[in-house]
């Protein structure tokens, strides 16, 4: 169903490029038998689209024997008459909070096998919740962009989502506006848009790093008000043969990384854990403290979670460069800002160029009067191709969890809880 495709999901799955009409759903035919399953008879069914989404955690491999399988009425679905009563007799709803621009075609292709319903409000979705409005969605479609509709999916919305809720399909690829163990003590997986921002945020992140070290801001406007280059205009600081630090080598920071690369920069990383010499191409993995004192410039694209709120704050400042430039793609609370604006100030910090901040949509003031700053209003992914791809994402996660009871691209803390590991990359 992709029309462009993604440079390499992290867990690719060549079935999700079909289109929803044309795949070929093979029901339940599957081998095995799951537990909690293994006193139920079997039988293989004809090949049929017809909704599997459960409202149990195991992946279901066979067909139940007797249950209804009428898929223009589909009374019952999966497992769903033994895991949960409740809901078994009424046809599964995705729900979709917030819009969808790119990609209207393929949402409407599910509605051959799910009710598809629109959240709004947070004070109206927890009053459709209660009264039972949304007793039968099984999925659920969210953004980043929809959670001044909602609020953030924290531990006080969480617990309220309807029971038979089993996927939360995110667009975006943070996701720190959803509290992923309040969701997975709930039972609910989570699946966000990795891989598809990378390429559009790496740019942006490269377009601030040379915005900052040309200190671009004052000739870039002063030339629009009939100032040619502005008062005093400064020299600027090659990225040739600079040491570029990056604090998150994940899929962005890796391919910030690669743009570095040729711009002929030196390449160094701190990571939660060290990368294959693969993933690495070259770069030299740091410790945390190194990487604050030996980079020139500092790219801060690491995801946000309760180890990284203000991994950059007075004291990291003080270990740096003196002239150290920062660029910020990923989320502005990973920044202490208001000493970020004082290191700015005192001249610590050479320029920024941050496209993320503290409180969006707010800048700090001392950011805003400062000229040494490039600001954008987080961009990061406003490209045409991208906001597709990520919405396809969504789309591909949707339909792998309605027909396999599966997610794509799951959260990387849900993974490793399934696989009963901690590490992470
Ligand atoms: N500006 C934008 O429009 C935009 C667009 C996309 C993503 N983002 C942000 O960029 C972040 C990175 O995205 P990604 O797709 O590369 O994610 P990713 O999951 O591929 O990479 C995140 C990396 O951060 C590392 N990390 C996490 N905690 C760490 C810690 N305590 N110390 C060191 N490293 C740590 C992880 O190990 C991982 O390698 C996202 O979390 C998102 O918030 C912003």
Redesign the pocket.
Request: overall charge positive.
């Given at each position: 169903m992709r029309g462009a495709s993604l440079s390499t999901p992290s867990k690719p799955d060549k079935n999700m490029h079909r289109s929803i009409s044309n795949r070929p759903v093979t029901g339940f035919d599957h081998t095995n038998v799951t537990k909690g399953h293994e006193n139920v008879e079997f039988r293989n069914l004809p090949a049929k689209k017809l909704p599997i989404a459960c409202s149990c955690t195991e992946s279901h491999e066979k067909p139940i024997s007797g249950v209804e399988r009428d898929p223009a009425k589909v009374s019952s679905w999966g497992c769903v008459p033994l895991c949960s009563p409740v809901i078994s007799m009424q046809k599964p709803a995705i729900l979709l909070i917030g819009g969808i621009d790119h990609v209207q075609k393929e949402w409407k292709e599910f509605e051959k096998f799910a009710e598809l319903k629109v959240g709004t409000s947070r004070a109206d979705f927890l009053g459709a919740i209660e009264k039972g409005d949304y007793s039968n969605v099984v999925a659920l479609y969210r953004s980043n962009a929809s959670t001044p509709l909602t609020g953030p999916f924290d531990v006080e919305l969480v617990p309220k989502l309807p029971q038979s809720l089993k996927f939360i399909c995110h667009n975006?690829?943070?996701?720190?506006n959803i509290d992923v163990e309040a969701c997975s003590s709930r039972g609910i997986q989570v699946s966000h848009t990795?891989?598809a921002?990378?390429s559009?945020?790496a740019d942006?992140a490269i377009f601030l790093m040379l915005g900052a070290l040309r200190r671009i801001h004052i000739p870039y406007t002063a030339i629009r008000d009939f100032k040619w280059r502005g008062p005093s205009p400064q020299l600027g600081h090659d990225p040739q043969n600079k040491i570029l630090g990056i604090?998150?080598?994940?899929?962005?920071?890796?391919?910030v990384a690669a743009r570095g690369r040729a711009f002929g920069m030196k390449i160094q990383y701190?990571?939660?854990?060290t990368?294959s010499p693969e993933l690495e191409q070259g770069a030299k993995y740091v410790d945390?403290k190194e990487l604050m004192k030996t980079s020139d410039v500092l790219s801060l694209?690491?995801?946000?979670?309760k180890?990284?709120v203000g991994?950059i704050g007075r004291k990291e400042f003080g270990l740096m460069k003196d002239g150290v430039i920062i660029i910020n793609?990923?989320?502005g609370k990973l920044i202490d800002e208001s000493a970020l604006v004082d290191a700015l100030e005192s001249g610590k910090v050479f320029s920024a160029g941050l496209?993320?901040y503290e409180e969006e949509p707010t800048v700090h003031p001392g950011l805003l009067k400062n000229s040494n700053v490039v600001l954008l209003p987080?961009?990061?992914?406003?490209t045409v191709e991208t906001q597709r791809n990520m919405e396809l994402l969504v789309l591909e996660n949707l339909e792998k969890a309605l027909t396999l009871g599966e997610l794509i691209t799951q959260v990387?803390e849900q993974v490793n809880l399934a696989q009963g590991s901690t590490s992470?990359?």
């Open positions: 975006g690829a943070g996701y720190d990795p891989v921002v990378n559009a945020t942006i604090l998150g080598m994940g899929g962005i920071g890796r391919d701190y990571n939660r854990t990368l945390f694209n690491c995801s946000l979670t180890a990284t991994i793609t990923a989320r496209d993320v987080h961009v990061g992914t406003s990387p992470k990359l």
